[in-house]
Nanobody
């Protein structure tokens, strides 16, 4: 699976951004698609995930209620709508795909990664 993420940028606190992740390659309809982020000098952390085949969604507590992960099967694209952004959301955001049959928030379980896209939230 090849992944390409885009949509990052600079936004003021309270603003919104939508990230997109286009997938291509072998059949990935059963994959777990995830978004992770990594802030400077911090470890990569789980943000949200979606089971493509069932549209089941998962969120980190820190973004629950503010971020929404969704997919457009026809476009092979996964989205991350980010609302009420705060400076602590500043990070490089990565999309990833995992073949695991159960939910995981561990970055090590995701075998395919896209290039990151920078999100910067100013106060």
């Amino acid at each position: 699976v090849q992944l390409q993420a885009c949509g990052g940028g600079l936004v003021q606190a309270g603003g919104s951004l939508r990230l997109s992740c286009a997938a291509s390659g072998r059949s990935f309809s059963s994959y777990l698609m995830g978004w992770f982020r990594q802030a400077p000098e911090k470890e990569r952390e789980f943000v949200a995930a979606l089971r493509w085949s069932r549209s089941t969604t998962y969120y980190a507590d820190s973004v629950k209620g503010r971020f929404t992960i969704s997919s457009d099967v026809a476009k092979n694209t996964v989205y991350l709508q980010m609302n009420s952004l705060q400076p602590d959301d500043t990070a490089i955001y990565y999309c990833a795909a995992s073949r695991t049959v159960s939910f995981t928030r561990s970055a090590g379980d995701f075998g395919s990664w896209g290039r990151g896209t920078q999100v910067t939230v100013s106060s």
